[in-house]
């Protein structure tokens, strides 16, 4: 079986969700976002490694509060970049060997379901480079400074893309590899390994895998939570509630 290490970038400055709290460690219906989203992976058997990448300031609460789950919980603790291509990198360094493919998962996506997250490992597995995107359905406008309309955009093979990414480790490592000469705005990492001229396979989403970038979105994916299928509890060992 072939197996991925799976790096969950956590080092963003959460400057769009406001509030005290940051994103990292904001609660979705009394737990918090990235240990929900961590759980999507760690009893995969396909993955061999999973790696959390925070920023440095963030390091001693993630310890501290959270680190009896992540220690049963088998994940590995690494310190992410100004960047979030510079997180991933970070993390990419700390890859175990044993790893033939690296998926990289928003920690603020906690919504993907089991299906979208096989289908992906299992594109990757077959053409070296997968990602989940969602069709776009609204209509396009581009818009100038002045907030006036200048033209509508074809909306016609657009789609936006999502998480998770997974790659051969080769082909991610190579790309990385080229990252001094990309451009600044770097999003996503198909970006980079689309410059190696790889090609990539898309996985058919829909919006209901959102990524939380604001307060209003985590009423929403609590409410996709909610509407699925209550499955059996996984426990976490018996730090959980004190951690949480």
Same mark, same amino acid.
């Given at each position: 079986?072939?197996?991925?290490?799976?790096?969950?970038?956590?080092?963003?400055?959460? *400057?769009?969700?406001?509030?005290? *709290?940051?994103?990292?460690?904001?609660?979705?219906?009394?737990?918090?976002?990235?240990?929900?989203?961590?759980?999507?992976?760690?009893?995969?058997?396909? $993955?061999?490694?999973?790696?959390?990448?925070?920023?440095?300031?963030?390091?001693?609460?993630?310890?501290?509060?959270?680190? %009896?789950?992540? &220690?049963?919980? +088998?994940?590995?603790?690494? *310190?992410?970049?100004?960047?979030?291509?510079?997180?991933? #990198?970070?993390? !990419?360094?700390?890859?175990?060997?044993?790893?033939?493919?690296? #998926?990289?998962?928003?920690? %603020?996506?906690?919504?993907?379901? /089991?299906?979208?997250?096989?289908? $992906?490992?299992?594109?990757?597995?077959?053409? &070296?480079?997968?990602?989940?995107?969602?069709?776009?359905?609204?209509? =396009?406008?581009?818009?100038?400074?002045?907030?006036?309309?200048?033209?509508?955009?074809?909306?016609?093979? =657009?789609?936006?893309?999502?998480?998770?990414?997974?790659?051969?480790?080769?082909?991610?490592? *190579?790309?990385?590899?080229? !990252?001094?000469?990309?451009?600044?705005?770097?999003?996503?990492?198909?970006?980079?390994?689309?410059?190696? &001229?790889?090609?990539?396979?898309? $996985?058919?989403? +829909?919006?209901?895998? =959102?990524?939380?970038?604001?307060?209003?979105?985590?009423?929403?994916? %609590? %409410?996709?939570?909610? #509407?699925? /299928?209550?499955?059996? #509890?996984?426990?976490?060992?018996?730090?959980?509630?004190?951690?949480?």
């Amino acid at each position: 079986m072939s197996k991925f290490c799976v790096i969950v970038p956590a080092a963003g400055k959460s *400057e769009r969700f406001g509030g005290e *709290e940051k994103k990292t460690f904001a609660k979705l219906d009394g737990r918090p976002i990235f240990l929900r989203t961590l759980e999507l992976f760690i009893h995969r058997e396909d $993955v061999c490694q999973t790696i959390l990448a925070v920023a440095p300031e963030d390091m001693d609460q993630m310890k501290t509060q959270f680190g %009896a789950n992540l &220690g049963f919980m +088998d994940i590995q603790l690494v *310190e992410g970049g100004a960047r979030r291509c510079d997180t991933v #990198a970070a993390a !990419l360094a700390a890859m175990s060997p044993k790893a033939e493919f690296v #998926a990289v998962h928003d920690a %603020a996506r906690p919504c993907v379901t /089991p299906d979208r997250i096989e289908a $992906v490992f299992a594109a990757a597995k077959k053409t &070296g480079a997968a990602i989940l995107a969602c069709p776009l359905t609204g209509t =396009l406008k581009r818009v100038s400074e002045q907030m006036t309309v200048t033209e509508t955009v074809e909306r016609t093979s =657009l789609f936006e893309a999502q998480t998770p990414q997974a790659f051969r480790k080769e082909l991610m490592l *190579e790309a990385y590899k080229q !990252l001094a000469a990309a451009p600044d705005e770097i999003t996503d990492d198909s970006q980079l390994v689309e410059r190696l &001229g790889h090609p990539i396979m898309v $996985v058919r989403s +829909d919006p209901t895998n =959102l990524k939380i970038t604001t307060k209003g979105d985590m009423t929403l994916a %609590a %409410a996709i939570l909610k #509407a699925r /299928p209550v499955r059996a #509890a996984t426990r976490l060992g018996a730090f959980e509630e004190a951690q949480w």
